[in-house]
């Protein structure tokens, strides 16, 4: 019963390296979201996805780039990290089905830029 | 963009208190109405979910109503326990899709 899992759950980077974020999840949800959490600004959207092969831009999407190959997976990239992009990032999906309209998140991911 | 405000920020109470939180939002076009907790280091986990047709959830000693035309929902915590610490947010949509969420009330339940 795995629900959303992201990996990695931690990761340090250098300014102006990339890295690849994945969600997984199992629930055969349509949609999928990347929000960020930061001390004192809740949690923002960065991107979102509708279904497979689709995404969307949130609230913050600058810096970030996001792919919906197959419907269980939305990957969140990140070409060149800079240090304003240390947060929390969390995955989460939703869609109709027995839970409709429910959202489940995931664990989270801890990144830091350094 | 839809504002949601919770109020109080932060709560310490006393174990064994009955406790409510509150959340505002700007729109009254409500799709549903979750309540998550989240614990220190921790994703968000689903409390209560509440469907813009119905007035109020309940599980076990939670209870959520929903006011649309007020635009607020309250949580209310029955005989508290220290296990209830954590950080408690309200996220309303709007649309299917689009959800949004309060800064959190920070709980702490004192033995």
């Known amino acids: 019963n795995a629900g959303v899992t992201q990996t990695p759950k931690f990761r340090v980077l250098k300014t102006g390296q990339s890295m690849t974020l994945l969600c997984a999840q199992d629930m055969n949800h349509e949609y999928m979201y990347w929000y960020r959490q930061d001390p004192g600004m809740g949690l923002r959207l960065i991107h979102y996805s509708v279904g497979e092969g689709t995404t969307a831009k949130g609230e913050v999407p600058d810096g970030y780039n996001v792919s919906r190959l197959k419907k269980q997976n939305f990957l969140l990239g990140l070409e060149s990290a800079a240090p304003s992009q240390t947060s929390v990032y969390f995955c989460?999906?939703?869609?109709?089905?027995?839970?409709?309209?429910?959202?489940?998140f995931g664990e989270g991911s801890r990144l830091t830029v350094l | 963009k839809q504002e949601v405000t919770q109020i109080p920020a932060a709560l310490s109470v006393p174990e064994g208190e009955n406790l409510v939180l509150n959340c505002s939002f700007t729109d009254s076009a409500i799709y549903n109405l979750q309540w998550f907790r989240q614990d220190p280091g921790k994703g968000l986990t689903s409390l209560l979910l509440?469907?813009?047709?119905?007035r109020e959830q309940t599980s076990g000693r939670l209870n959520a109503s929903l006011d649309k035309s007020s635009g607020r929902s309250t949580l209310y915590i029955a005989a508290s326990q220290p296990g209830d610490s954590a950080t408690y947010l309200c996220g309303p949509s709007f649309n299917f899709n689009k959800f949004y969420f309060g800064s959190g009330t920070k709980l702490n339940v004192k033995p």
């Open positions: 509440i469907q813009s047709s119905q």
């Open positions: 989460a999906s939703s869609g109709p089905g027995l839970h409709t309209g429910e959202l489940f």
